[in-house]
């Protein structure tokens, strides 16, 4: 029942990249309509929100963690966001989701639609 689908997950060496897709599912959402998001969870941990992008894609964040190596963007016209992660590190293990929220940015609202989640595991 995922209204998010992720892709491009799996597992790469420190210091290596990997690029994260989210699509709607099934015609539930409109991706275009919503601000998007990024969150992580690894075991243990509590989740983070890692990336965030408006409506029109004019506002961005960014986690102090990953500034400078992760970016956040969105392609309206095909109904995606993506997340490009570079110099990955083991601490950017965890399962990455894909949320849209509930308005058209990504402050002072909820996540209404999640992803199922996909893995990113770095070796070291």
């Known amino acids: 029942q995922a209204q998010l689908v992720e892709s491009g997950g799996g597992l790469a060496q420190a210091g290596g990249s990997l690029r994260l897709s989210c699509a709607a599912s099934?015609?539930?959402?409109?991706?275009?309509?919503?601000?998007m998001g990024w969150f992580r969870q690894a075991p243990g941990k509590e989740r983070e929100f890692v990336a965030g992008?408006?409506?029109?894609?004019?506002?961005?964040y960014v986690l102090d963690s990953v500034k400078g190596r992760f970016a956040i963007s969105r392609d309206d016209y095909n109904d995606m966001v993506f997340l490009q992660m570079d110099n990955l590190s083991p601490a950017d293990t965890a399962v990455y989701f894909c949320?849209?929220?509930?308005?058209?940015?990504?402050?002072?609202?909820?996540?209404?639609?999640w992803g199922q989640g996909t893995q990113v595991t770095v070796s070291s």
């Open positions: 949320a849209a929220f509930d308005g058209y940015y990504y402050t002072n609202t909820e996540v209404r639609y």
């Open positions: 099934g015609g539930a959402l409109s991706v275009s309509d919503h601000a």
């Open positions: 992008i408006s409506w029109a894609g004019g506002a961005q």
